[in-house]
Structures are given as C-alpha cells and as structure tokens.
C-alpha cells in the first residue's frame, strides 16, 4: 500500500489534527483547503519542516463540484495513488427557516454530500484495494437541532451514505466509516458567544469540549483497524446521556 491519504479541510481544527496524526504514523498526505491561503502555507510549511516530502497542499473548494476534477488531476499528475479519503471539510448555512435560499442550500448539499459520492466515483478505479474512507459526520446529523436545517439533514446523509457506500465499495475491499464529533473546539466553534458554549458545557457529561487532538484516536481507529466498516462513531463528551 501507498500509506497516502488525501484528507479535506487539512488545515485548521479537526483535519489539521487528523493530518498530524496521520503524518506522526507515517502516512503522506494531501491537504486541501478552501479560501485561506495564508494559513494553508503557513500549516504546510509548518508540516513540511517536520515530515518533510510528506505533504502536499491543493486550494479545491468542496462547494465547487469542479474541485472534483482538479482533485483528480493534481492526483495523476503527482502519481499519487490514495489508499485514504478522509472526507472531512464540511459546510453550513445559518439562516433561519424562512430565509433558506435554495442556492445556499444546494451549496451545503453540494459540499456535504455531492461532492463526496463523486469525489469517490471518480477515484474508485485508481483507489487502493483494501483502502479506507472515513467521513467528519456530526452528533448534530444524529440530534436535530435548531441552528441550521441544511447541516442538520446533510449531517444525517453523511452517516446514511456512509452505511450505503459499504456495498459499493466492497469489490475493492474499501472500508468506510464515519466520526461523529459533538462539540469540539475549533475556530467553527470559538466564533460562538461565550454564553452559548457556557450553555452546551452545561449539557455536556465532561463540561467541556472536546480538543482536535483528542479526537485523532478515533479517526486513527477508523483508519489502522482492518475490521471496522459502515460504523458511525460518537464522540460527543457523553451529551447523549445529558
Ligand atoms: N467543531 C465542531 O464542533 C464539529 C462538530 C461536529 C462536526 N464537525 C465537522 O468537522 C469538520 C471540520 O470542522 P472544524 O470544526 O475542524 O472546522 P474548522 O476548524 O473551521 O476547519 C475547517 C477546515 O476545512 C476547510 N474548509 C472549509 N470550507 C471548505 C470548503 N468549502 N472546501 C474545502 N475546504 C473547506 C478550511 O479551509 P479554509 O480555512 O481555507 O476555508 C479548514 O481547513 C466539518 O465537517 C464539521 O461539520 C465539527
């Protein structure tokens, strides 16, 4: 096997952390990102003088269904054959019920969900025998919430794809798996009000988020255990139980 990995959103919070992990256990991987240049050289310069040859940095939007082709392409042109996707850049939109906008809609859809499917039909040929997928679901995909209806409902079709996609991936052997983090502090998360997380703290079991760093065993699990497929893991602190 290649030990190569293509991971999504590879530069900040969870995929950052993932990233990591992976280089620590020796894998190589490309790191792609949507709009924040100055941080994803900075984080690939930053890998690059600890892992060095190891990393390779790809601008693709997750939004844009073209970012499929240019993903693919970078691939080829770089003899890089995957033996692991993980798919974990994802999107959301606020708005309130009445204000939704179907292309902010389909725009969550499109990176969510879209995006993933033909990400993957696309690289299935050239993926791996025996290679892995692991999806960033969501606790919020399991819990409906409040905040946004698109994330809500592309977060529940993420871990339905996920148990879907293991027969059509099983010719190859192609595992596939999801996390479902609760609440993990990020800058996704750091942007809301001091109350509101003082708020989830107090429904959360541990009364406190989780770090990116923490969260790396379980996507490692997902990765190095032969035997894991079509499983949605929580790790949610214990908010289920609140
Ligand atoms: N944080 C949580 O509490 C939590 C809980 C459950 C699930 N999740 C899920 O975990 C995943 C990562 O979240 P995070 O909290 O780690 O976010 P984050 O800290 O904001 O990092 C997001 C990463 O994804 C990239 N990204 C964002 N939009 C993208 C796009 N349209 N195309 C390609 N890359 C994009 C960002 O690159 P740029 O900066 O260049 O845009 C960045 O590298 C998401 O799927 C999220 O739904 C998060």
């Given at each position: 096997m290649s030990n190569s990995a293509l991971i999504t959103g590879a530069t900040k919070g969870i995929g950052k952390a993932v990233c990591e992990r992976l280089l620590k256990e020796g894998m190589s991987v490309v790191m792609t990102y949507s709009f924040d240049d100055a941080t994803a050289r900075q984080v690939s310069r930053e890998f690059e003088d600890r892992f060095p040859g190891k990393t390779k940095l790809l601008r693709a939007d997750?939004?844009?269904?073209?970012s499929i082709e240019v993903i693919a392409s970078f691939l080829s042109e770089h003899h890089i054959t995957l033996s692991c996707v993980v798919f974990n850049a994802g999107m959301t939109d606020r708005s309130d019920f009445l204000q939704i906008e179907p292309d902010n809609w389909l725009r969550v859809f499109n990176a969510n969900i879209h995006f993933p499917v033909f990400l993957m039909q696309k690289l299935y040929p050239v993926f791996e025998e025996g290679g892995c997928v692991v999806f960033t679901g969501s606790l919020m995909g399991i819990h409906p919430h409040s905040v946004s209806l698109a994330y809500g409902v592309t977060k529940a079709s993420v871990h339905a794809l996920v148990k879907n996609l293991v027969k059509f991936l099983a010719g190859k052997k192609v595992r596939v798996n999801a996390v479902a983090p609760?609440?993990?502090?990020?800058e996704w998360q750091k942007t809301k009000p001091v109350e509101i997380r003082d708020n989830i703290n107090r429904k959360l079991a541990l009364g406190r988020f989780c770090t990116p760093e923490e969260l790396t065993d379980v996507y490692w699990l997902l990765i190095n255990n032969k035997y894991m497929n079509g499983e949605i893991v929580v790790c949610d602190g214990g908010y289920s139980y609140c």
């Open positions: 997750i939004s844009d269904l073209q609760g609440f993990v502090d990020t």
